[in-house]
């Protein structure tokens, strides 16, 4: 069976520091993958997605960057964190061709 | 683009008590539609999908929805809701023949009652 996951559960980093978010798959090979973000009554929003390994894609440009350095692992990162960077981040797969996202537990990020 | 509104920010619900959450979408077609459930602190668990065919959609916890093309509607119901089914429901929508990104509305948080 395929299982997502995502680490480290929650975080606090200061203003100015890197961020490393690191998300994986196992029990599928070459699958979608997505990085969401989740802010207090805004919803999901997505950042990044990737369709196989060097490929991203970015929704919104901002502070954050993504890489997928093998073709089960996400990786979502900042050089410097910003305050309006806090919320909770979301790892999602799923199969090429098929909608059915299976979701990470997600990553508390508080930036101070 | 697509776009899902969810227009319940907070639901309250009697616990045995139906329930029923809303959710519209604008799409220019047919999209592929979704209800995800997101316990606290916690990831998002997909409830059920509609794709095609029948418009009344079965799910997982006795949840259903239906898919309404005329009113742009994909509600989600519960004719008995238990204490643990307080959680925050997501609607979302995928293009047909687009990229598999899903678009997600805002949620809608349930709480239960005695």
């Known amino acids: 069976s395929q299982t997502i996951h995502q680490w480290p559960a929650t975080l606090v980093q200061p203003v100015g520091s890197p961020l490393s978010l690191e998300c994986t798959v196992e029990g599928t090979s070459n699958p979608n993958l997505y990085w969401y973000r989740q802010a207090a009554g805004r919803g999901l929003q997505l950042l990044f997605y990737s369709i196989g390994i060097d490929q991203i894609s970015s929704e919104v440009p901002q502070n954050l960057s993504a890489s997928r350095p093998q073709d089960r692992q996400f990786i979502l990162s900042s050089k410097k964190l910003l305050l309006s960077d806090s919320g909770f981040y979301l790892c999602a797969w799923s199969w090429q061709g098929y909608y059915g996202y299976t979701f990470g537990s997600g990553t508390r990020l508080t930036v101070v | 683009a697509q776009s899902v509104t969810q227009p319940d920010i907070h639901i309250t619900v009697s616990e045995g008590a139906s329930l029923e959450l809303r959710c519209n979408y604008s799409y220019g077609a047919t999209p592929y539609l979704f209800w995800y459930v997101q316990s606290p602190g916690q990831g998002l668990q997909l409830l059920l999908k509609?794709?095609?065919?029948?418009?009344l959609v079965q799910g997982i916890k006795g949840f259903e929805a239906e898919f309404k093309r005329s009113q742009s509607s994909f509600n989600l119901r519960k004719p008995s809701v238990h204490w643990s089914d307080a959680a925050e429901y997501f609607c979302a929508v995928g293009e047909r023949f687009g990229n598999e990104k899903l678009t997600f509305g805002t949620g809608t948080r349930l709480t239960i009652i005695p």
């Open positions: 509609y794709f095609s065919g029948d418009t």
